[in-house]
């Protein structure tokens, strides 16, 4: 690919990024000067301009069809399909929980709120394009600290507060070892741009067992990123105490970010160890599945029950990886983008349940088919996708991702897979079961559902079943993110 | 006319299902225009199947008024039907007793449309049987006159129907089963079920089958032997040749008064006729072998159901144990022809006799059920020892119960003693022994026709009955009238009918 | 024609699912018309369909597609007939009207009932005419998650929700690992499509074959109701609402061992034939077992539960000859138990709505109060006997015969089950519609309306008419068990 020395054509390219902090410093200077009257604007413009920014991506930011990727800033960033899909799903992601966030007083009136979130699907963006160690490591660090304060934003709430240290503690230490794992590459190679560093390390031959024990040092950040079994363990209290759309918020699209990273850094660093680290991967990709469904189980609060259900998810989007071939990339990336829109859908209505409801227990759910008939159907379009049913897109990404296991040969990964699809089928139903069967004594109560609430939730279940329905298009633009990674 | 001709047995096959079809169409009140419709319908089949008799050349040897058509082409099987001597003469009895036991069952007042339904449907199927030239299609009507006659027993029999009608179904469909496997079996290796091609093609089939899936190859002939049995215990479970008898005495006794006359009438050569008509044209071999065994089953039947005939209280079953002891000639008949097979002069005979036993015995026993019923109506017990001395009370019933019992106990100048002379003159030669036995089983018929007819008429008045109305009435009589007018009648001049029979006989195993 | 009737028929059913849920629940009468008039519309078509199909040409009919999908995986929309898979089309048009019929009572949530049992038909209506092998995934699982809702929400309080979701688990479990053993086919066959026609000429090694079969073979059969995967169904059924019931036992099963036909058997006939012999021999027990149970059962609906676990073994039992006449026989079983399997369940449902028990010993004399129901069932019943007469026999004789030519003593066995069958058969009907009335319920059974009089005598009528005149489904069936015979190396 070209190392492209600075033009003046690349701002384009990084016009997204660009807006985002404009959006963001716009937000802070509105919320100096408008104080309480307009509250809910700022939710509105921030919304409103993570949308314009998504179609001006699409018209100005696009890569080339079938061009070359090129480097750009010296090497920082890498301007690919894979890098503009991902952007594109962190900026829907940040327009959604946005809208989400305006029912909520305490969220919604502090323009830092909605500023720090930008700033976080800023280092997002960064992430998903960066191509070089530095900057990877200032993307990581932009995208967590914000989030960690907002996952302690509600500083009333010891949950809340908790749930930000604990989300600090780990991240911090998490980023620790894998900034040593850094350090090694860079060692071993003397670059710190990723491909060249990779070129380097082919041609260096270096002992397996140093690679791979470099590799999983590097892992342990992104594992935490993406909360791969065993570095989980922050996930079900984080998202529990976090405000719901910050919970949201961190388990779709910063769960991406760190499958961008793992993807292009794996595949494109250590191709030369790739035996011993796909079994790895399987293997944990396997046990998180598996842990991540058999905790889901238990759970009364609905918050955790979706927080163990996203760990399983994340293994079973980490099956395409193991897979090692443009077509598991692809399901990945697929995977994710189902993922993401069907977990934004599924908080959303937490969010509305509790605000109307005051409560987040799975038995507090009872008789709200009958309360709510149409929100009842979105939280069963919901969790029917999480689980896998057609035809909504998680069938159809969990098709994928099987069928780029069984491709690759890992017949016992994919029975594992599917095996810990029915084991989630299992408690998704049981909510169901509680929602559509039980009787409860305040069933005509209906629920309040706020007009943002309703327009997001209604343009998540369309597109649950729009792009589960007609997947054809959307594996078209997958697949061609992930050829740049082979 | 020419349509007619063409499909004279659909036709007559037919008519009784449409006439059960539109029966159901009146309402269940009108009782009367039910038991009027049903009678006059099942006059049609008659009707047809009079003018079938006529229209039949003996002479000419092959089945006649043949009717072919697709029905289940993917396995090989086909609608066909043909008459000849002996189906002619079986449907013929059929016809000739419906109408008469629905006359009979004009008293029956309880759901009186779907009884009437069920008898014709019945009747449809016991036609089935014997018009039947396609294997598969034999099997169907078979098991299809079962569950009519099921429903007949368990709805509107007395106070044992349910034991009775569910000993009778089960027994006869579990015999049935190997009957239905060995057909298959036939069909998988001839690969049709028409009678004419496999009475060719099984007969001829000498490869080795590998049977039971064993690593053993049974032989042919081990094979066949099974097969043979398996029609045979079916066909031996209807006829019923002892020890396959024991659903009869129940079945009989606990059957409405139609229902027995018909029971007895027809149905039981169905087993007969299945004999005749499939296991000695397909196993000739094997019925050789076996025609001793079969010989002896039919002259216990005689003997021992004589005898229990003879120890019986109850009326009903008395008949219904005579009706053992009848059919036990047509099996020693059809044993010494299969013994021999050699189309000599005593088998043709004994085959005579047997064919012409099952006709006879067919009205006999419709008779004296019907005369049973008579007097249960009007009594209300068949125990023997409460009836006594009521000739003068009823002297019309003594007279004709008379006569129909000197035609079962096998009277010269009535039709019972051709057939049964019949058989023994055609047996003697072949199965001596057997039939010298058998003449004891003649001699305990008349010790217990004699006993039936002697309790209910003859002794001392038994006072109970005296102000009771007990004679038979017009509608009775009418339905009795052509049965013994045909008891006289072959007694007297047996030639119009052994004609038929006899001239099917010389074509088939002369 | 030109006109894509078999996407028309499966889409009619989820499109009235959208429109009811768009009526307001409380306008029942209106719901449950529109609900009468799509089901009798996919009925019409269907019988259309049926009637319409060129038995001299043979093959695929009315086929649509392939239409790319997904086109990066060869993934198409592709449907088409042929002579198995048209009667079980015509089947679910006949069971969705009749069980739409039944379901006129139904007072709770109506709207949401009729609009699950729909999106349960459009799935099953998918599966049936899937030419693709993604497509008939996709299918498959839309038909299989509505049962949950409709057996756990609708269905007979003591054991709805355990029944519901062990049915879903079960029937997932089973789907799934099929699904790994369809996506190895694919990948192995190297040729980009998931087309079945297409992979019919793959060529898959012997090896690969006779390792994968189990996968897709019993993974659908688990469906299909195969020992020792079977118990999922008597619970289900007798959980079920009457109309769902009659889709489970009626159609579903039929949808996993047509399903396990398709793509187990004509996919991999090697591996079918390794297999068989495992297959006759849990068939068997299916056969037999399934009929011993049954018999011995208290409540009158898990009879007719255990009974469809016997039925379903016959069906098995014919794939599993390998041989035409088999093939033939299992096609038309499937059809022929489809029919009498919702006319048993109608019956059941009739008679619990008024007496309030199955049990029974409790039970009795209900022909007195609905003749009709009683001769309808007596008519079910002589089909599940095999009698001579009615559609059973003509379908399990085939059946008998294929496996003559196969593994004779199976055949043997198997007519146990028949006679099994008559002896339970009869006693329900002597016990529970014959007999004296019991005390409890003189003048508490009221009398069918006429829309469950118009079911009964649709389904009875069926089934009789097969009986009686074969050739209106035979030789169809016949042409289908010849595609299928062809790929097993048959002339």
Partial sequence: MAFASFESAHIIIVLPEILLLGLAGLILLLDCFWRERHRRILGWVSAGGLLLTIILAILLSRPEIDGDPILIFGGMLRHDWLGFTFKLIFLFAAAVTSMLSLDMEDLAKRGEYFALMLVAAFGMCLMAAASDLIILLLAIETTSIPLYILAGFMKADDKSTEAGIKYFLFGALTSAVMLYGFSLLFGFSGETNVYRLAAMVRVGDFSPWILLGTALLVLVGFGFKVSVVPFHFWSPDVYEGAPTPITAFISTASKAAGFALLLRVMLTTFPTIEAYWTTIFAVLAAATMTIGNLLAIPQKNIKRLLAYSSIAHAGYALIGLVALSSFGAASIVFYLLGYVITNLAAFAIVIVFSQSAGTEQIADYAGLSRRSPGLALALMVALLSLAGMPPLVGFVAKFYVFAAAVQSGWIWLAIVGVLNAIIGLYYYMTILKVVYLYRSDDEQVSVDISRPAAVALVVCSMLIIGIGTISGPWLDLVVEAAKVLF | ?510 | MNFPILSVISFIPIGTALILFLLPGDRKNLIRWVALAAAFTCFTLSVLAYFSYDQDVGGYQFEEGPFPWVGALGISYHVGVDGMNLPLVLLTGIVIFTGVLISWGVDDRPREFFAFLFILATGVFGVFISLDLFQLFFFYEIAVFPMYLLIAIWGWKATREYAAMKLTLYLFIGSVIALVGALAMVFAADMQTFDMIALQEAGFSTAFQRFWFPFVFFGFAVLGGIFPVHNWSPDGHVAAPTAVSMFHAGVLMKLGAFAALRVGIMLMPEGARMWAPLILVLATVNVVYGALIAMVQRDFKYVIGFSSVSHMGLVMLGFATLNLRGLTGAGLQMFSHGVMTALFFAVVGMVYDRAHTREIPKLGGISRVMPLVAVAFIVGGLVSMGMPGFSGFIAEFPIFMGLWQREPIVAIIAALGIVITASYIMRIISRVFFGKIPVEFEGKISSINNFDRIALVLLAGILILIGVYPSIIAPLVESGANAVWALLGGA
């Fill in chain 2, 1 to 510: 006319m020419d349509f007619i001709q063409d499909h004279l047995l659909s036709m007559i096959l037919f008519s009784p299902t449409i006439a059960a079809l539109l029966i159901f169409l009146l309402p269940r009140e009108r009782v009367k225009w039910i038991r009027w419709g049903a009678t006059l319908a099942s006059l049609i089949p008659l009707g047809l199947a009079v003018w079938l008799w006529f229209a039949y050349d003996s002479s000419a040897s092959g089945f006649q008024f043949v009717e072919r058509a697709v029905w289940y082409e993917a396995i090989g099987s086909s609608y066909f039907l043909g008459v000849d001597g002996i189906s002619v003469t079986m449907v013929l009895l059929t016809t000739l007793l419906t109408p008469l036991s629905l006359l009979i069952s004009w008293n029956i007042s309880d759901r009186v449309r779907t009884f009437m339904a069920l008898f014709l449907l019945l009747e449809s199927g016991m036609l089935g049987v014997f018009l039947s030239l396609d294997l598969l299609l034999f099997f169907v009507f078979w098991e299809v006159g079962l569950i009519p006659m099921y429903f007949l027993i368990n709805q509107w029999g007395s106070a044992n129907r349910e034991y009775a009608s569910f000993k009778f179904l089960i027994y006869t469909m579990a015999g049935s089963l190997g009957l239905l496997l060995a057909i298959q079996l036939i069909g998988v290796t001839a690969g049709t079920f028409d009678l004419l091609e496999i009475a060719t093609k099984w007969t001829a089939l000498d490869q080795p089958l590998q049977l039971l899936g064993l690593p053993i190859l049974l032989s042919t002939s081990t094979v066949k032997t099974i097969a043979f049995w398996a029609f045979v215990i079916a066909f031996a479970i209807k006829v019923p040749i002892w020890p396959f008898h024991t659903w009869l005495p129940d079945a009989h006794t606990e059957a409405p008064t139609g229902g027995s006359m018909i029971l007895a009438g027809v149905l039981l050569k169905l087993g007969a006729y299945g004999f005749l008509r499939l296991v000695l044209p397909l196993y000739p071999v094997e019925a050789k072998q076996f025609a001793v065994v079969l010989g002896l089953l039919g002259t216990l039947a005689i003997v021992l159901g004589a005898f229990a005939s003879w120890g019986q209280k109850d009326f009903k079953r008395l008949v219904a144990y005579s009706s053992v002891n009848h059919m036990g000639f047509v099996v020693l008949g059809i044993a010494a022809a299969a013994f021999v097979q050699d189309g000599s002069q005593d088998a043709v005979i004994a085959l005579n006799g047997a064919v012409l036993q099952m006709f006879n015995h067919g009205l006999s026993a419709a008779g004296m059920f019907l005369l049973v019923g008579v007097i249960y109506e009007r009594t209300h017990s068949r125990d023997l020892d409460t009836y006594g001395g009521l000739f003068p009370l009823a002297p019309i019933y003594g007279g004709i119960l008379t006569f129909t019992a000197m035609a079962s106990l096998g009277l010269p100048g009535l039709n019972g003693f051709v057939s049964e002379f019949l058989v023994v003159r055609g047996s003697w030669p072949i199965l001596t022994l057997f039939t010298a036995i058998s003449m004891i089983g003649l001699l305990i018929t008349g010790a217990y026709i004699l006993k039936a007819v002697m309790k209910v008429l003859h002794g001392p008045l038994n006072e109970k009955w005296v102000d009771h109305p007990l004679e038979i009435n017009r509608r009775e009589i009418l339905a009795i009238a052509p049965l013994m007018a045909l008891m006289l009648w072959i007694g007297v001049w047996p030639g119009w009918i052994l004609r038929v029979i006899n001239d099917t006989i010389l074509h088939l195993f002369g």
